[in-house]
């Protein structure tokens, strides 16, 4: 049987849109994002078999797992440039993770189902096609439950945490502040800074105690709801962390000028691999 380097979880802020096809529009503005999710690939290396991303951008009434063999993309974003419409992503779906993932949370008690015709969106997309721009990386996606639950979604991450000891990276995909009227207007800076302080905080030099209490409280800190008047994209950090374990976290990503003025964090649960090339049979 063979052997694999236990592998940490991600909760990274995706950017806006179709980032990665708009540079030539928005000049240096993702630079420091996309520096940072090259640093992942290095540090994971050729360790991963899979990726499962659970992207902001998927709601549902239950959780679901993408299960087609080939998903198609899912362009979930509207006043982009014509030529963002036709982007292609065409990285191989993972069916027999799907089910595996989906068995593991219905031996958690949690009701999910595969969905063999849902695409990729654009929280994950933009994410893998900066980090695996070859698309041969095996990915799924699960949604969140649009209750929002913080509790349900880092015991789901609790659950899922085996996968890390199987090659498998599980990224949740969201943003570390995302009030998108703040964000345009610029009025965003102070409430953006205030919660990111208050999020490194919980995250980082806590105990995994500690990081469960905070996160099941988010909005009980600082500016917590101008940061995230709903808290889609906050809470695939709920699923990354629950599947930490007791693993530290480590800000992996800091901006304090996304956008003109926004603070914007992405983190890394548990030790990047000191050897990550150490297993490549995929």
């Known amino acids: 049987m063979t052997r694999y380097t236990r592998l940490p ?4 802020s995706h950017g806006g849109g179709p ?3 708009l540079k030539a529009e928005r000049g240096t503005m993702y630079d420091e994002l996309e520096a940072s ?7 994971l290396g050729t360790l991963p078999k899979a990726v499962l991303m659970i992207s902001g951008h998927w709601e549902a009434d239950r959780f679901l797992l993408s299960s087609s063999e080939r998903p198609p ?10 030529h963002t419409y036709r982007i292609r992503y065409d990285a191989p779906g993972d069916p027999l993770l799907a089910e595996k993932v989906s068995s593991m949370l219905t031996s958690a008690g ?3 189902d595969l969905d063999p015709e849902r695409g990729f969106d654009h929280g994950t997309f933009t994410v893998m096609h900066t980090m695996y721009p070859e698309a041969d990386m095996p990915l799924v996606q699960l949604s969140i439950r649009h209750d929002y639950d913080p509790a349900v979604h880092f015991a789901i991450g609790e659950a899922l945490a085996p996968l890390r000891d199987e090659a498998v990276v599980i990224i ?3 943003f570390s502040f995302h009030d998108t009227r703040g964000m345009r207007s610029g009025l965003g800076a102070q409430a953006s ?15 995994a105690e500690e990081r469960r209490e905070r996160l099941l409280h988010w909005a009980e800190a600082p500016a917590a709801r101008a940061a995230h008047p709903e808290e889609d994209h906050l809470i695939p950090l709920m699923v990354a962390a629950g599947a930490a374990g007791s693993d530290g976290a480590t800000r992996v990503y800091h901006q304090t000028d996304f956008m003109g003025s926004i603070t914007v964090s992405s983190y890394r649960f548990g030790s990047a691999p000191e050897d990550p090339d150490a297993v490549s049979d995929r």
């Open 9 to 12: 979880t991600y909760f990274l």
């Open 19 to 21: 980032w990665p096809w």
């Open 37 to 43: 999710l090259l640093r992942v690939r290095q540090e």
């Open 73 to 82: 993309l899912v362009y979930d974003y509207g006043g982009f440039p014509e």
């Open 110 to 112: 949690v009701s999910s």
């Open 172 to 174: 949740g995909s969201g």
């Open 193 to 207: 800074a205030t919660f990111d302080r208050w999020l490194n905080e919980a995250l980082v030099g806590t105990t």
